[in-house]
Nanobody
Framework: QVQLVESGGGLVQPGGSLTLSCVAS????????MNWYRQASGKERELVAAITSRGDNTIYADSVKGRFTISRDNGKSTLYLQMNSLKSEDTAVYYC??????RGQGTQVTVSS
């Protein structure tokens, strides 16, 4: 059974940092590119960042470039999203996804003072 479980969300003040994790199981994680998406209330889902299976290439939405870093540990079947200099507009539910396989249940990130 393919499963993706996110964690690490929470409430943080503007300018703060959070690191999201996504633990994968049920498929060959090291062979799959991975994505982080987010969806804010009332808005469409947005691709935040993506990473190749070996972690040697990444892409970012313009809105998070220079502030967020996607990474992975294939030995631990875990995907990460380091988020720095958080802004109120980063508030959303964040999902990890293995393209055409599965999506996690999401973790809420709220940036507010």
């Amino acid at each position: 059974q393919v499963q993706l479980v996110e964690s690490g969300g929470g409430l943080v003040q503007p300018g703060g940092s959070l690191t999201l994790s996504c633990v994968a199981s049920g498929f060959t994680f090291s062979s799959s590119a991975m994505n982080w998406y987010r969806q804010a209330s009332g808005k469409e889902r947005e691709l935040v960042a993506a990473i190749t299976s070996r972690g040697d290439n990444t892409i970012y939405a313009d809105s998070v470039k220079g502030r967020f870093t996607i990474s992975r540990d294939n030995g631990k079947s875990t995907l990460y999203l380091q988020m720095n200099s958080l802004k109120s507009e980063d508030t959303a539910v964040y999902y990890c996804a293995a393209p055409q396989l599965a999506r996690g249940q999401g973790t809420q990130v709220t940036v507010s003072s």
